[in-house]
């Protein structure tokens, strides 16, 4: 089930991926490709090169690659059907689906997503230009909102009326209720869902919006946080307020924020730090962990100090483990709001994030912090409530460090304190990394050759022939390409993956060689190769007599080394000679064999 496979292709051959590309890193044209900074990994030194003409990128520094449609998969967290239908929707494609019902239900949230997106318009207006919105647009500006900052982020106001929203949108009543915009009356009609509520709009990591959080105004009716009901495009325990705006500093700075507030999240940007998110009225998931850490490895928890360190400790560690990322905790001061901070002191509030421990640290840091240690018996209850904590950590090497802040702190053994943990039954776990094998980087006339002919595959393929190349890499890449009738986004798709790895990054490398010449040096170091095997069988041969079998093996040694000698430097080019040489030795390996 899914879009059709020719509505995909034209996808891809209509999207320009130097323009999508651009919305997220700057490029610039370099021989006949582009190249520009990573927006998958920070980084100083451009090591990211697309090529337009093939639409096909690659990065020499973390070796992300594809094509247009992997891009914004990768760029935006999304799926293979949604990233076609966004590039869809930007060139104005009408997609097919294999499954009507499927087409239906794509067309159904199609619908939701246009109700969201007035719904935003609407509330926004309200709160611009409301006779009812004053008293919202004052605590706006007690809070520090101004009028740019509350056009920035498209707060709105939802009047205190029952069905005012309702009205004024051009959606059926089911439209609004599936949307989370309407609930269901006593009577059977549909009422506004928000009602005398300041209105921040929720918007997925493409920028579309997909939900509100409604604060309650000083004195309104509780609960004072409520966020849109669970539709089918807002998932309380997926969404991060603020993901939209964070994705690309989070790439470049390799961390991300983790706040309790919209206005958490405005307030950090306040000061520059453009990486936070926010949960969006529930505590922070596996989910939502798995979604940060496809932007940044390292997870910075900027809640109320008290909220942090009770952070359940096997969640957090099995988070490290599962996701393979860093959890730290911002050093706010006791009763410290971000929000707040961002007005009365953002020095500190940046120190916050720059000073930031390891969730560890932080806890033995708060349990130390929190005892009476000029007491031997003050110092012994709390090495022995630390060495709880760190009993929990996985990692054994980074139980001993903490092991012997403890023992400094508190003026004890730390062998004492060693083998009191082992008693405890603390278990090491340590994750060891797996080794990545990457590709030979080396160039050679085999990496040429891939080059051109995936820049040229009409004219080069049928130079090519498996023969000619030694490295099994490389010959499996050529070996794609034949059997995708030189297609490189059919090539890459259905190759292994250190195969599809290869023909992207020799897809954006610039190539002038002479494909002749290429073919040329391929078919000259084959053929010394197969020369040195004929002479090592040659040597084999010992005593006078020798027979046919060494008479055959040596006329074939001396057809051989002529025939290199025809394709020298220096000799002009014989394409009929060196098809046959080619076909010789092909025949000769396959007999090998």
């Known amino acids: 089930m899914g879009i059709l496979d020719e509505d995909v292709q034209r996808v891809r051959?209509?999207?320009?991926?130097?323009?999508?590309?651009?919305?997220?890193?700057?490029?610039?044209?370099?021989?006949?490709?582009?190249?520009?900074?990573?927006?998958f990994h920070g980084e100083k030194s451009p090591s990211f090169s697309v090529n337009a003409d093939k639409g096909v990128f690659y990065c020499f520094g973390c070796q992300a690659k594809g094509d247009v449609i992997s891009f914004v998969r990768d760029i935006d967290h999304l799926d293979f059907a949604g990233a076609v239908e966004f590039l869809a929707s930007k060139s104005g494609i009408a997609l097919r689906y294999t499954d009507r019902a499927e087409g239906d239900r794509r067309e159904a949230r199609g619908k939701l997503r246009e109700a969201m997106v007035a719904a935003v318009e609407w509330y926004h207006e309200r709160l611009l230009t409301g006779p009812d919105s004053g008293a919202a647009r004052r605590y706006l500006r007690d809070r520090g909102f101004d009028g740019e900052r509350v056009r920035q982020y498209k707060i709105g106001w939802a009047p205190d009326d029952w069905n005012q929203l309702v009205k004024a949108l051009p959606f059926s009543p089911k439209v609004l209720r599936d949307a989370g915009l309407g609930r269901e009356s006593k009577q059977g009609g549909t009422n506004d869902f928000f009602r005398a509520r300041v209105l921040f709009p929720i918007f997925d990591v493409q920028g579309d919006p997909i939900g509100f959080g409604g604060r309650m105004m000083p004195g309104g009716r509780p609960p004072k946080y409520q966020n849109t009901p669970e539709t089918s495009l807002y998932r309380k325990s997926k969404v991060l307020y603020g993901l939209n705006w964070a994705k690309d500093e989070a790439v470049r700075e390799n961390e991300v924020i983790i706040c309790e507030g919209y206005t958490d999240v405005i307030g950090f940007a306040e000061v520059g730090l453009n990486r936070a998110v926010a949960t969006c009225g529930t505590a922070l998931t596996d989910e939502h962990v798995r979604t940060i850490q496809r932007f940044a490895p390292r997870l910075v928890l900027a809640f109320d100090p008290d909220a942090a360190g009770q952070a359940a400790a096997d969640r957090v560690y099995e988070w490290e483990r599962k996701h393979e990322v860093e959890v730290a905790v911002a050093a706010l001061p006791p009763g410290g709001d971000p929000a707040d901070l961002a007005r009365s002191d953002p020095g500190a509030l940046r120190a916050s994030i720059a000073n930031a421990q390891p969730f560890l640290g932080f806890r033995i840091d708060r349990i130390l912090a929190a005892a009476d240690l000029r007491t031997p018996e003050g110092r012994g209850k709390v090495a022995e409530v630390a060495l709880a904590a760190v009993a929990e950590h996985p990692n054994e090497f980074v139980r001993d460090q903490y092991v012997m802040t403890i023992a400094e702190r508190c003026h004890l053994d730390p062998d004492r304190l060693r083998a009191s943990l082992r008693s405890g039954g603390a278990r090491?776990?340590?994750?060891?990394?797996?080794?990545?094998?990457?590709?030979?980087?080396?160039?050679?006339?085999?990496?040429?050759?891939?080059?051109?002919?995936?820049?040229?595959?009409?004219?080069?393929?049928?130079?090519?022939?498996?023969?000619?190349?030694?490295?099994?890499?490389?010959?499996?890449?050529?070996?794609?390409?034949?059997?995708?009738?030189?297609?490189?986004?059919?090539?890459?798709?259905?190759?292994?993956?250190?195969?599809?790895?290869?023909?992207?990054r020799l897809a954006v490398e610039d190539t002038d060689a002479d494909p002749t010449d290429v073919r040329r040096l391929l078919l000259k170091d084959l053929g010394e190769r197969a020369a040195a095997d004929l002479q090592r069988d040659l040597n084999a041969f010992t005593g006078d007599f020798r027979g046919d079998e060494y008479r055959l093996l040596l006329e074939q040694h001396r057809w051989l080394l002529s025939r290199l000698e025809s394709i020298g430097p220096d000799a002009p080019p014989d394409q009929m000679g060196e098809d046959e040489l080619l076909a010789w030795l092909a025949r000769r390996g396959e007999e090998d064999a």
Do not use: M
């Open 13 to 39: 051959d209509t999207a320009d991926i130097v323009a999508v590309i651009s919305a997220h890193t700057q490029l610039k044209k370099a021989g006949n490709n582009w190249t520009g900074l990573c927006p």
């Open 428 to 504: 090491p776990r340590v994750r060891v990394p797996t080794e990545v094998r990457r590709p030979p980087r080396a160039d050679t006339p085999e990496t040429e050759a891939l080059r051109q002919a995936i820049a040229d595959p009409a004219t080069v393929l049928p130079l090519l022939d498996v023969a000619l190349f030694d490295e099994p890499l490389y010959r499996a890449a050529l070996v794609a390409l034949q059997e995708a009738d030189g297609d490189l986004h059919v090539a890459v798709e259905g190759a292994d993956p250190l195969v599809g790895e290869l023909l992207a």
